[in-house]
């Protein structure tokens, strides 16, 4: 049972279909525009700053591990389909 269960997880973990080394720029971002919100809601300059800053980072990461994840073995399968490599 345990070992069906680290097949699934390693199967969503490098195929296609999960991505999911492209969501952690993605969970970053969302852990800095939590920050964000919680210090702009209270007041606190120094908290949101960092939270403005860690969403920012999030965002130029999520795009960043994307295309060096996704893009690059979808370019990579199509040059070799069209016979460049």
């Not at 908290?47 to 860690?54: E, F, N, P, R, S």
């Not at 795009?63 to 040059?79: S, T």
């Amino acid at each position: 049972m345990e070992r069906t269960a680290e097949r699934r997880r390693t199967r969503l973990a490098g195929g296609e279909d999960g991505h999911a080394k492209s969501a952690l720029g993605a969970l970053v971002g969302a852990v800095g525009a939590v920050l964000l919100g919680i210090g702009a809601a209270n007041d606190t300059g120094w908290l949101a700053i960092t939270g403005g800053i860690v969403l920012a980072i999030g965002v130029v990461a999520a795009g960043a591990v994307y295309h060096a994840v996704v893009d690059y073995e979808i370019y990579d399968r199509l040059e070799s389909l069209e016979g460049k490599k």
